[in-house]
């Protein structure tokens, strides 16, 4: 009891950390400038700058003239950043970050060449880092693949004789000393960098790899920078979908309009499901059979399912939920904002979480036969 009252503690003290945190925000923007010297013959190449976030977005665009491109803008907060000079196969890779220092790119006399802050130096270092180990893997080539479909593949791994085997589980047992090399010296780099927009992404691509008691010491000596960063600020909110952890509530509409609380469906002596999915998941539709036949078993003995649909427009929702004949199970609510996976930062659906009348959560990430084995001992056949 002692133990728990210590972690929900911990918990409460770097909530009010980060939360400080965001109001504490500068006001002042940061005005970035980034210009680059390249070789004539890239004259008329299209220059495009990119944010680097779970999904890249487009900052601005130019054109390669006399040699010579040039940005300049303002951000709320240094942001990582990355720049393509043309388009893919051929294209030239930049990777720095916006600040108030001046980033000065080349590629004259054949070498590349990025000047910046120390937050673009680190952002060098990520880069080099990855590239180093891109180079160090090995490649194991399947001679027998008939096709790049998964199927394909798995026909090809099935055909593998005694010695190919062998081959491949030594090159994959050699890629992962490589990456295992790598993730120490990215963790170095982040600990060096935890007053910043870098540290804060190498801090969520190790995220998983870090007990959750060294989290919560590095996010408590890190800068306001690092835990404003929204790749770490969705590593947190995720924290809310783990076993253990009280749901956090949310309301949302149904079919009708009619807006539904889940802490009003909470308690009572139910276990409720909450499925977040939507009409173009694949995997979401897959796993909803499974969803029904536990809801047509266990409901009267206890069991709700809340369906949290995240589609952009309601048409494709409604279509759905017809063709897989769940408009009538349980509560059907629409998410067009996205709203829950901000609150549970989650990162990809399908995602579900089972919830016990208690509030905690119980079970997470439930798969094919995964919610009714659960609930076959919670409440029983």
């Avoid at 003290?13 to 940061?30: R, S």
């Avoid at 909450?274 to 047509?296: F, M, N, Q």
């Amino acid at each position: 009891m002692f133990k728990d009252s210590i972690y929900e503690m911990k918990r409460v003290i770097l909530t009010v950390v980060i939360a400080v945190a965001f109001v504490a925000q500068a006001a002042a923007q940061v005005n970035y400038s980034v210009s680059g010297t390249v070789p004539d013959s890239l004259n008329g190449r299209k220059v495009y700058l990119y944010e680097e976030e779970i999904k890249n977005h487009l900052v601005d665009s130019t054109i390669v003239r006399k040699g010579r491109f040039h940005f300049k803008g303002s951000r709320k907060e240094p942001v990582a950043a990355r720049l393509y000079i043309g388009k893919r196969p051929s294209r030239q890779e930049f990777a720095f970050v916006l600040d108030e220092v001046p980033v000065r790119l080349s590629l004259l006399g054949g070498k590349k060449s990025v000047k910046g802050s120390r937050r673009t130096a680190a952002m060098v270092e990520r880069d080099r880092l990855y590239m180093e180990r891109q180079t160090s893997s090995k490649v194991f080539e399947l001679k027998n693949k008939k096709d790049n479909s998964p199927l394909g593949m798995l026909m090809a791994l099935a055909a593998l004789s005694k010695e190919e085997h062998e081959e491949r589980q030594r090159v994959l047992a050699y890629n992962d000393s490589v990456y295992n090399v790598y993730c120490t010296k990215l963790k170095a780099l982040m600990l060096d960098n935890v007053d910043n927009v870098v540290g804060a992404h190498c801090f969520s691509y190790l995220y998983d790899q870090i007990d959750i008691d060294e989290q919560d010491r590095i996010l408590a000596s890190a800068s306001q920078e690092f835990l404003n960063t929204p790749m770490v600020v969705r590593k947190i909110a995720s924290r809310h979908q783990d076993v253990g952890h009280t749901y956090s509530d949310f309301e949302l509409p149904d079919i009708d309009g009619k807006t539904h609380r889940l802490s009003d469906i909470v308690g009572e002596g139910k276990y409720v499901l909450v499925d977040v999915w939507a009409s173009w998941c694949l995997g979401c539709r897959i796993e909803t059979p499974h969803v029904k036949e536990a809801y047509a078993k266990y409901h009267d003995k206890g069991f709700e399912v809340v369906m949290v649909s995240i589609d952009a427009t309601r048409e494709p929702w409604l279509k759905a939920m017809e063709k897989d004949g769940v408009k009538d199970m349980g509560y059907q609510l629409f998410d067009k904002n996205s709203v829950i996976r901000k609150i549970y930062g989650i990162g990809s659906i399908p995602c579900s979480m089972l919830i016990n009348p208690q509030g905690k959560i119980i079970a997470n990430d439930l798969r094919n036969n995964d919610l009714e084995d659960h609930l076959s001992k919670l409440i029983g056949e």
